[in-house]
């Protein structure tokens, strides 16, 4: 949510103080707004229609399958993909900050090459504190060699008091040491404040019929990122129905639009046929304003495991977006962007772990080119679900995504030793490939608690 | 007089690299047949011949087998039932609280498997119990058969006319047992995820029928949304989840071959149902395998040459029941991705590991009883010796002093054996 600043302040520094970041954003935008029209002039295919009645009657039938169709895509191509965004972010420069001087161990190695402030270990020790070597974690102490009396069962019988008294601070600080997996949909819900009313069943109704009733572009690329990624995950594809269910509905969410006054992102407009730049006939296109869906698709496909009921699905995820993912995928100077996230992880690697830093960058294998798309999906198809789950715990619980970028540094502490011997960046990627048998509060802790600094 | 040659020495009729590449990695010795082995992993075809009558030959101590003589007691589908109802009915005789029946008559504790009943033999007794509910949907499987083949779904009568012995438009039906049917009520409610249905498949070891289970079984899910209307009675694709089948729907993807991990899905019920009732679950299903098991160890031919890897199929409905559907004598070792691959080749490296201790040429007056080390993914299911030596053969105690169903759950984690509790 907006960080606390001066009441004089212009709206556009409510979404983002920094002008060259905005200007940036601005750029980013307008070049994904060309693809998109140009790709809707290529396929002669309108950004909206409204379907014909017995489409309509078609869908609604299969509206729980969705997933068995097979349209023809071939011809839509994802708006833009990570490395493009990646690109776009290694280009950033601060006007107003001058400096002439190579790139060196006295300055900064990576590919992020703007001045923003980001946390050191000893900081980034007291903000995490919860996850110290002296309290007890989920994911740690509730392995098998551990008595249940040590931590576990005490967790437990918090957990379920926290949620009797509904006490939703209370769970965002609980869930720090993580969320029993009986417990988790619960406490998630009491965090984000999502009881599921009738009247959010039928804001979700409404939305379901939005998408019959009408025909969005847009549609046509959620289905075919929704293929490219979840269907062929190996935890996610039972959920490939929920996915679509879940992000056409999104698509159509104008209640997204409340978040652009705190995103540095602007949603695009669009005008009715005949009135281009008549302002009373402009548009959000899509009514959410969100045009690109590949980078949060494995954002959803997690939370299918903790809740089943489609209208509830929906509105965590919603308020997941708003809160935190929305962040990854548009340029700002906020600590939990994806800007600040970069470069936290460049700094903490090249901080703690020069000697690999530098190799990796000899052998033009930079760190930040493997580790950014793990960082723009939050882990999400990369790690095993229990795994994510347990991490994306503390990402609500320290209300910051910060923990992405520790732990993406994290894993390349780990797999160090290996790393140094590779010779290419295709070596690096493999050895980073396989991230499914990792388990992450271990890594985190002795990252952050047990390395010599 | 035999030559010891120190290397174990192996056969198969199975060509699957999964099996080679075990063998391989272990220094065996490939020999033909007709020559001295140790080792045979054979067909089902061949295990016949092995211990036929007229045919059969007897086997030395240092050799063994990968299937019990007479495996069809547990894994033929109508003998199956016959022998689960046999064991229910011993149970009952002698007062065992096993054997208890609630109000309607249903066992409370031996009821795991779908009502069934034999075609042409039980015909009448199906049709009694078919009007009980003339809504009800059956499902048709031929008892000798494998991998789905020629089972089809049923909600009339006049589907099976042929099976009826009064019949008069039916020729005879031979009363060989490879043109016998079993007939059994359809599960129409099972437990759906992502609103597909799927079913679990665990792979069970038994040497001398004190039972392993493997950790690592799968789910299979169907790739069609389960859908309980009549329309789609002929649409295979929807009920049946055998992967030999689905593979040639529309929508089988072969990146991920519509398979979860037990672990998966174990996540899942924890999440969205809690633990008592996902710990209850599994404790059900570990309860149905041991029980089958002991329902048919006095008919099995407890061959000291012989160890046998059951394949489990069960499915579970949507109230958390699970259901014994059948058991395969030679569950597939054909790899439809790579995680599958990975999955059997474990399996094979693991059983071998149990049945050929340290890979050395075997002794059939063996203990059978693997130290823990050796298990890998399988965990200790049932202990016939430890559960006698505690007195109670019916209950077998969580370790002391741990709540048995954290324990049971971890433990499954880190492979160590434990003996889990049952009602």
């Known amino acids: 949510y907006p960080s606390p600043c001066h009441p004089a302040a212009p709206p556009e520094h409510i979404k983002e103080p920094l002008a060259y970041m905005r200007k940036a954003q601005g750029s980013w935008e307008k070049r994904i707004l060309k693809s998109l029209n140009s790709m809707c002039t290529e396929l002669n295919i309108p950004l909206a229609q409204k379907r014909p009645v017995n489409e309509q009657k078609e869908l609604l039938n299969k509206w729980n399958e969705m997933g068995t169709d097979e349209p023809d895509l071939r011809l839509f191509r994802p708006v833009y993909a990570p490395k493009d965004f990646l690109e776009v972010l290694m280009n950033l420069r601060n006007p107003n900050y001058e400096n002439g001087e190579q790139p060196s161990f006295r300055n900064h190695l990576g590919l992020i090459q703007v001045p923003l402030k980001v946390k050191d270990i000893p900081e980034l020790k007291e903000d995490f504190s919860e996850l110290g070597l002296n309290l007890g974690q989920l994911g740690i102490d509730d392995s098998a060699q551990v008595p249940p009396e040590f931590f576990e069962n005490e967790h437990v019988h918090v957990g379920q008091k926290v949620l009797a008294e509904q006490d939703s601070a209370a769970a965002q600080q609980y869930v720090r040491q993580g969320c029993p997996t009986a417990l988790r949909a619960d406490l998630w819900a009491l965090i984000l404040n999502i009881s599921n009313q009738p009247e959010d069943i039928l804001y979700y109704e409404q939305l379901k019929s939005n998408v019959i009733q009408h025909n969005l572009l847009v549609d046509s690329l959620i289905y075919k990122d929704v293929k490219l990624t979840a269907s062929n995950d190996d935890y996610y594809f039972v959920f490939e129905d929920y996915l679509y269910q879940v992000l056409l509905c999104f698509s159509r969410d104008t209640s997204i639009l409340e978040h652009f006054t705190y995103s540095s992102a602007t949603p695009p407009k669009s005008y009715i046929q005949g009135k281009l730049g008549v302002e009373e006939y402009a548009v959000f296109y899509p009514p959410n304003g969100m045009i690109n869906y590949n980078s949060f698709i494995l954002s959803v496909a997690p939370l299918c495991f903790l809740y089943h009921e489609p209208s509830k699905l929906y509105q965590i995820f919603r308020e997941m977006y708003v809160r935190f993912f929305f962040r990854l995928h548009s340029i700002s100077s906020h600590p939990s962007g994806i800007v600040s996230l970069c470069l936290l992880f460049e700094t903490l690697l090249q901080t703690h772990l020069p000697q690999l830093f530098y190799h990796l960058r000899e052998i033009g294998a930079q760190p930040l080119r493997i580790s950014f798309k793990w960082m723009v999906r939050a882990f999400s198809g990369y790690l095993a679900t229990d795994q994510l789950l347990l991490l994306w715990d503390r990402i609500l619980g320290y209300n910051s995504l910060e923990i992405l970028a520790v732990l993406a540094a994290a894993v390349f502490a780990f797999r160090a030793v290996n790393l140094m011997e590779v010779t290419s960046l295709a070596a690096a990627e493999a050895v980073l490939a396989d991230l499914s048998t990792l388990k992450v509060m271990p890594l985190l802790q002795i990252f952050l608690f047990a390395t010599v600094t | ?423």
């Open chain 2, 1 to 423: 007089l035999r030559i010891m040659a120190g290397k174990v020495k192996w056969v198969t009729d199975i060509e699957k690299s999964v099996l080679i590449n075990n063998f391989e990695k272990r220094g065996w010795i490939q020999v033909a047949e007709n020559e001295d082995w140790n080792f045979y992993w054979m067909s089902v075809q061949t295990i016949r011949n092995v211990f036929s009558v007229e045919t059969g030959y007897r086997l030395s101590d240092d050799q063994i087998v990968n299937h019990f003589p007479n495996h069809y007691e547990l894994t033929r589908k109508d003998l199956m039932v016959k022998n689960i109802k046999r064991y229910r009915k011993e149970l009952e005789k002698e007062g065992s609280p096993l054997a208890e029946k609630d109000e309607n008559g249903k066992y409370i504790y031996l009821d795991f498997v779908p009502v069934t009943f034999m075609l042409p033999a039980d015909y009448n007794l199906f049709v009694e119990e078919f009007r009980k509910n003339p809504s009800s949907t059956w499902i048709m499987k031929p008892c000798g058969k494998a991998q789905g083949k020629g089972i089809f779904l049923i909600n009339k009568l006049s589907q099976i006319k042929k099976w009826s012995r009064d019949s008069k438009t039916s020729s005879f039906v031979s009363q060989s047992s490879k043109e016998a049917y079993v007939i059994s009520l359809y599960i129409n409610n099972p437990l759906l995820i992502g609103g597909k249905k799927f079913d679990l498949r665990l792979y069970v070891l038994v040497s001398t029928y004190r039972p392993l289970r493997y950790k690592l079984g799968f789910c299979r899910f169907c790739t069609v949304k389960y859908t309980p209307s009549t329309s789609e009675l002929d649409n295979m694709f929807v009920h049946l989840t055998n992967v030999a089948i689905q593979k040639h729907g529309d929508d089988y993807n072969h990146i991920h071959g519509g398979k979860w991990t037990v672990s998966n899905l174990r996540l899942y019920l924890e999440s969205t149902r809690g633990k008592e009732v996902t710990n209850k679950l599994f404790d059900e299903i570990h309860w149905i395998i041991v029980q089958s098991l002991k329902a048919v160890a006095p008919v099995m031919n407890n061959d000291k040459h012989c160890f046998e890897c059951y394949g489990y199929d069960i499915i579970i409905d949507d109230k958390l029941k699970p259901w014994l559907i059948e058991v395969n004598a030679s569950p597939s070792l054909t790899s439809s991705t790579a995680n599958d691959r990975i999955l059997k080749y474990n399996l094979i490296n693991d059983t071998l590991n149990i049945a050929v201790p340290n890979g050395e040429i075997p002794d059939c007056k063996w203990n059978k009883s693997p130290p823990k080390e050796v298990l890998g993914n399988y965990e200790v299911l049932y202990d016939e010796e430890m559960a006698q030596s505690d007195g109670t053969e019916r209950e077998l105690r969580a370790r002391p002093g741990q709540p048995t169903g954290l324990k049971g759950s971890r433990a499954r984690d880190s492979g160590k054996p434990v003996l889990t509790t049952w009602k």
